[in-house]
């Protein structure tokens, strides 16, 4: 079998023993672990230092952190080969990728960029490197929204997928909370006291414009825009209590989707198809995930295991990440709710919340708490490897992937 | 009047609320807000169910902070504890006395569990109070509530302690 394949079946193999039980899946994680490729740079050049080095040294860290690949002097199973060169401050990448198992050209493509942008461009390459090889999506040129409290208020901050690049995107002085990226990545949702009390907002990126999608009495909080952007789900307490609503257009009319006088609801999240929303409510008596039709009916509860289960993320092959307190600890679990298979995918050393899926639906962002202090993580649910990806200057909440 | 006999007036003024609000029910958008109708006597308040909506603007004014004892919450609950009732029954008399002020209900949690969740719980503590100030005869629309989940915090310990001092609901008159 080729590398390439080897690396399909592994991720496909992976993917179905969800439906197993755990015991099997640890095997077949293992093995998962096991199928990383090797690569090499060695018939690659480029300069030791400045922009060309940049662009090497961030590509291969981009390929490392996908997890479908382990980098090696020379004699990989993927081999890179070509030229990075600056001219006149452009730079320009001439990559060729040979799977040598098969001895074929996977890619052959030329780059070029303004110099200063070799970040971005390696984090291209990256990504291009992934889907030529493996037949997936990367994630290297995905940014992640997050909360930071650096400045001594929760303020809205945007990075790439390695963390660098970190920009403050609010500067309100005032609480800003549970960041989602919607339309395609043009826009930010979130929840701000800026105007003195819990306002749901969109962030228009390109330009930086902000408008209130609700500011009723009450709590308007947790607005999330469906994936084809012409609706927005969030929760409201207008008529006297925490209810989940459907706003169409977002910032239009609202339709109330859950009737619980007894209970709250926090944290929707959209099905990719956009037919569903799965949120938390406590209607059980503790906080749970429930899943219901996006023009409402009976809400289908999807947790059992664990005391709370709380921050459902909806991933792009239908897994949801959310969550849950195990004894003293909140852990990531990931679900398969085809099956109702149940997988932990972060250890016992601290508590992990606000789990967040990565495009390629194996990777997840998520806060880490540990001594009371807050960090970025991303963990490959295949391998259950952990990388940090932003932490120190204060504490960091809440990180969403671009789609 | 002892705090039984309150307690009872209470409840039958919340029954009572709870009907007449009814005729006030602002105008929802989609599909609207449930049709029943707590019959008298019965448990507290039927939150959610439209009666005890708040509409026009979030109150905006001159704030007055600090006049009264915050109201405290067991873990994860909403529920007003026998021994916070009369904190409550001093905002009422307040309101009372000055019938044009009008009052924020804050609600707060400790830092334990999901901070999404929180908000909505701090949001439920809130309401809890706004319905039992509701049902002491006080206008629901003197009344508004405003969650902080987790974020504002009066203990900064992480113990017991400090989470029992957080789990509060505060009050804010506005003039």
């Known amino acids: ?403 | 009047m002892s705090q039984t006999i309150r307690w009872c007036a209470a409840m039958v003024a919340v029954a009572l609320a709870v009907g007449s609000g009814c005729r006030t029910r602002p105008k929802t958008t989609g599909t609207g807000a449930d049709s029943g109708v707590n019959p008298l006597g019965v448990a507290p308040v039927q939150m959610g169910a439209g009666e005890l909506g708040m509409s026009g603007e979030p109150f905006a004014g001159t704030e007055q902070r600090g006049l009264f004892a915050p109201v405290y919450f067991a873990y994860d609950s909403s529920a007003i504890e026998a021994s916070e009732r009369s904190k409550i029954e001093a905002v009422a008399d307040a309101l009372r006395a000055s019938p044009t002020k009008r009052l924020i209900i804050e609600g707060h949690c400790d830092e334990r569990g999901s901070n999404e969740y929180n908000l909505a719980l701090g949001e439920r503590r809130a309401l809890a109070i706004r319905a039992y100030l509701i049902g002491l005869g006080i206008s629901a629309d003197r009344i508004q509530t405003k969650s902080y989940g987790e974020e504002q915090p009066v203990a900064f310990g992480h113990n017991e302690e400090a989470w029992r001092l957080n789990r509060r609901g505060e009050f804010v008159l506005l003039e």
């Open chain 1, 1 to 403: 079998m080729t590398a390439s394949g080897r690396l399909t079946a592994a991720f496909a193999i992976a993917l179905g023993v969800v439906a197993m039980t755990t015991a099997a899946q640890d095997i077949v994680v293992r093995k998962g672990a096991a199928a990383k490729a090797t690569v090499d740079w060695a018939g690659f050049s480029a300069p030791s230092a400045g922009p060309g080095a940049t662009l090497v040294q961030v590509a291969r860290q981009d390929l490392e952190r996908s997890g479908w690949f382990r980098t090696v002097g020379a004699g990989g199973e993927f081999r890179i080969s070509g030229e990075g060169a600056e001219r006149g401050g452009q730079l320009t990448v001439a990559l060729v990728l040979t799977d040598a198992g098969r001895n074929a050209v996977a890619l052959n493509r030329t780059y070029s960029a303004d110099a200063s942008q070799a970040r971005t461009l390696a984090h291209r390459i990256a990504d291009d490197i992934v889907k030529a090889a493996t037949g997936r999506d990367g994630f290297a040129s995905s940014r992640l929204v997050l909360v930071g409290n650096r400045t001594g208020r929760k303020e809205l901050y945007v990075c790439d997928s390695d963390g660098h690049n970190l920009m403050q995107l609010t500067q309100d002085r005032s609480i800003s909370l549970y960041p989602r990226w919607g339309a395609n990545n043009s826009a930010i949702t979130y929840t701000s006291y800026l105007r003195g009390f819990p306002a749901a907002f969109r962030i228009d990126v390109a330009t930086g414009r902000r408008e209130m999608l609700a500011g009723f009495p009450g709590l308007n909080t947790a607005p999330v825009l469906s994936p084809d952007g012409r609706s927005c789900a969030l929760i409201l307490s207008r008529e006297g209590n925490p209810e989940l609503y459907v706003q169409t257009p977002p910032g239009g009319p609202a339709t109330r989707i859950t009737r619980t006088p007894h209970a709250a609801e926090s944290s929707p999240t959209w099905s990719p198809d956009g037919s569903r929303i799965a949120f938390v409510s406590d209607m059980s008596g503790k906080p749970q995930v429930y899943i219901v039709s996006r023009s409402g009916g009976a809400p289908q509860r999807v947790t059992s295991r664990g005391v709370e289960n709380v921050a459902p993320a909806w991933g792009p092959d239908g897994r949801l990440a959310y969550a849950s307190r195990l004894g003293s600890r909140f852990q990531i679990c990931v679900l398969d709710p085809a099956s109702g298979a149940v997988d932990t995918v972060t250890p016992d050393d601290a508590d992990y919340e606000d789990p967040s899926w990565a495009r390629n639906g194996r990777h997840l962002a998520c806060a880490r708490t540990s001594g009371h202090r807050s960090s970025i993580v991303l963990i490959d649910t295949l391998t259950r490897d952990q990388i940090p990806l932003v932490s120190g200057s204060g504490d960091w909440y809440s990180p969403d992937w671009t789609k």
